[in-house]
T-cell receptor, first 110, second 110 residues
């Protein structure tokens, strides 16, 4: 089965850095996805980690520790448009399952 | 082309109607998904098709019936739905290291 835990809500200031954590337990492990979802829109793919370490993509970085069942999404130089929900989705082995955590609703304030 | 196309964008149907949602991708992804999303909740996995075979059915009621006619198309047939089935229905496809969502069909059951 799947057990995915993320903070429900976070608030951060424009220009700052914020880290959104995700802990998970899955039946096997076959990578972890992060998505951004603005209200009323579809989720947008941000990153995929399958090996331990940090993957950087512009202002967004994602970190994975498989032994700890832990990932985080790091957002730098926050902009107002980064206000959205951020969804962690670890994938277990077999059958291409892709389950989402509860999501973290990030609010960026001036 | 990283597009997943869903039709229709909006659908209103009565509880006795039969309708179908359609999803199409031409990225060669062999895993395709249906999700249901209620307001302020994360996407909830319904079905997974892997190589055109149903690999996961997350205990979805039989009034939802998926179909994968070929590797590019995924349908969701709807029959005798209930008002509580009103939600955003999202299709996604997955290459293994990237997974993309369509814009969704906003379904209202009256």
């Amino acid at each position: 089965g799947q057990n995915i835990d993320q903070p429900t809500e976070m608030t951060a200031t424009e220009g700052a850095i914020v880290q959104i954590n995700c802990t998970y337990q899955t039946s096997g492990f076959n990578g972890l996805f992060w998505y951004q979802q603005h209200a009323g829109e579809a989720p947008t793919f941000l990153s995929y980690n399958v090996l331990d370490g940090l993957e950087e993509k512009g202002r967004f970085s994602s970190f994975l520790s498989r032994s700890k069942g832990y990932s985080y999404l790091l957002l730098k130089e926050l902009q107002m448009k980064d206000s959205a929900s951020y969804l962690c989705a670890p994938r277990g082995t077999g059958a291409n399952n892709l389950f989402f955590g509860t999501g973290t609703r990030l609010t960026v304030i001036p | 082309d990283t597009e997943v196309t869903q039709t229709p964008k909006h659908l209103v149907m009565g509880m006795t109607n039969k309708k179908s949602l359609k999803c199409e991708q031409h990225m060669g992804h062999r895993a395709m998904y249906w999700y249901k999303q209620k307001a302020k909740k994360p996407p909830e996995l319904m079905f997974v098709y892997s190589y055109e075979k149903l690999s996961i059915n997350e205990s979805v009621p039989s009034r939802f019936s998926p179909e994968c006619p070929n590797s590019s198309l995924l349908n969701l047939h709807l029959h005798a739905l209930q008002p509580e089935d009103s939600a955003l229905y999202l299709c996604a496809s997955n290459s293994g290291t990237e997974a993309f969502f369509g814009q969704g069909t906003r379904l209202t059951v009256v």
